[in-house]
């Protein structure tokens, strides 16, 4: 029996919206017998000022049922996206009410036994990465999947009550099994170095030799002398990003990248220290290389990351029947991704279709994603629930 389904709408009014696709999910409901426990709803920024009101009417609809969720620039479900327009998308799962969790800032996971958990955060937390960090290791997994509320004027998060600011989500148990993999969305210009100086987020040596010259030289520019120069160069800098990853990870496959690497932006370059300033704190010993978005690789890893889940899927099927089979899954990509980075609109959301089936999928584009237990950029967390045995 189907233990997930999903809806999505747009309409100008966000009530009118959550009507629709709460028909579609009825309709599902009444077709299944599913009875839900647990719900998530992604909603875009123009129905952010309803979202209280929006979760309560979830709560009537379907007394019990424990809600998750996020505002992002855009949301997504099985085979669309929906970007600046009021849009919300919806999933129902029936999971063991003892097999998860929901947390927020005033209901810590605390010492509940968690596999792994799904979370979403606000961007401008202080220390968000060892809150992150802190997280998973309260899983025995030590495994995160999720990503950061996004807005361009307001950004929440939504765990049985709408909040702003830290982490919030919801913790699985050892019984709910998943499988999730991030897709990167870059692609290196030239070879990794190791960076042997810097101070703060200034990088000043890479393999002993100034940092600034190696990105120039994997830029094909000049050495930039002359203010008209720098001018000129501006666009292709701008457009530059940064892979860092640990020396003793394992090591990227020509200019793919894995999840071993966190892109970050280049915010600046230092002529008189011939250094380049990232938005990280770097550390001596580091490997790094620049790169650029690149579409091309991006479909190419989003195709990996789904072969990958098909494998592990029908290597369970076959060890036993009916155990590797998809039930749902959930979907976060980075707000600058989406079609118009994947080539049209809806794309990206088409080719997971294409890849996983016919299967209930939501999400949102969010200002960082989050898996294991680092903040990405530039990817795609893809996360799917099988079949309860």
Not at 14 to 26: D, G, R, S, Y
Not at 41 to 48: D, G, P, R, V
Not at 221 to 239: N, V
Request: aromatic letters at 6%.
């Amino acid at each position: 029996m189907p233990a997930f389904a999903h809806a999505h709408a747009t309409h100008p009014d966000a009530h009118m919206a959550l009507a629709l696709a709460a028909a579609q999910l009825e309709a599902q409901r009444s077709h299944t017998g599913l009875r839900p426990t647990l719900g998530w709803i992604y909603l875009t920024e123009a129905y952010a000022p309803q979202a209280a009101a929006l979760l309560a009417e979830l709560q009537l609809r379907w007394p019990g049922v424990a809600w998750v969720g996020a505002s992002g620039v855009g949301v997504c479900a099985a085979g669309v996206e929906y970007f600046d327009e009021p849009a919300l998308a919806l999933m129902l799962a029936e999971l063991p009410r003892e097999q998860f969790r929901v947390f927020s800032g005033t209901r810590p996971l605390g010492a509940w036994p968690a596999e792994c958990a799904q979370v979403h955060a606000d961007g401008g937390s202080a220390e968000l990465q060892e809150l992150l960090a802190e997280l998973a290791g309260l899983t025995q997994a030590g495994y995160l999947f999720g990503g950061l509320a996004s807005g361009r004027r307001q950004a929440l998060q939504i765990a049985d009550g709408v909040w702003q600011g830290g982490l919030s989500g919801v913790a699985f148990g050892a019984g709910v099994r998943l499988i999730s993999r991030v897709s990167q969305g870059c692609q290196a210009l030239g070879p990794e170095r190791r960076i042997s100086s810097c101070d703060g987020n200034l990088i000043t040596g890479l393999d002993e030799q100034p940092a600034l010259a190696a990105l120039l030289q994997d830029l094909g520019l000049p050495a930039l002398t002359a203010p008209a120069e720098l001018r000129e160069a501006l666009p292709r800098l701008r457009r530059t990003l940064v892979g860092l990853r640990d020396a003793g990870s394992t090591a990227q496959h020509g200019r793919a990248y894995g999840p071993e690497v966190l892109v970050r932006h280049l915010i600046g370059i230092d002529p008189a220290q011939r250094g380049v300033a990232v938005a990280e704190q770097p550390r001596p010993g580091q490997l790094l290389s620049f790169c650029e978005r690149n579409a091309e690789a991006a479909r190419r890893d989003l195709m990996r990351i789904c072969t990958e889940i098909r494998d592990a899927c029908e290597t369970l099927e076959a060890e036993q029947a009916g155990s590797g089979r998809i039930a749902g899954a959930v979907y976060i990509s980075c707000a600058g991704r989406g079609g118009p980075h994947f080539g049209a609109p809806s794309a990206e959301l088409q080719w997971l279709r294409h890849a996983l089936g016919e299967v209930p999928l939501v999400g949102f584009f969010a200002g960082g994603e989050i898996a294991h237990d680092k903040l990405y950029g530039y990817t795609g967390v893809l996360t799917v629930f099988l079949q309860p045995s």
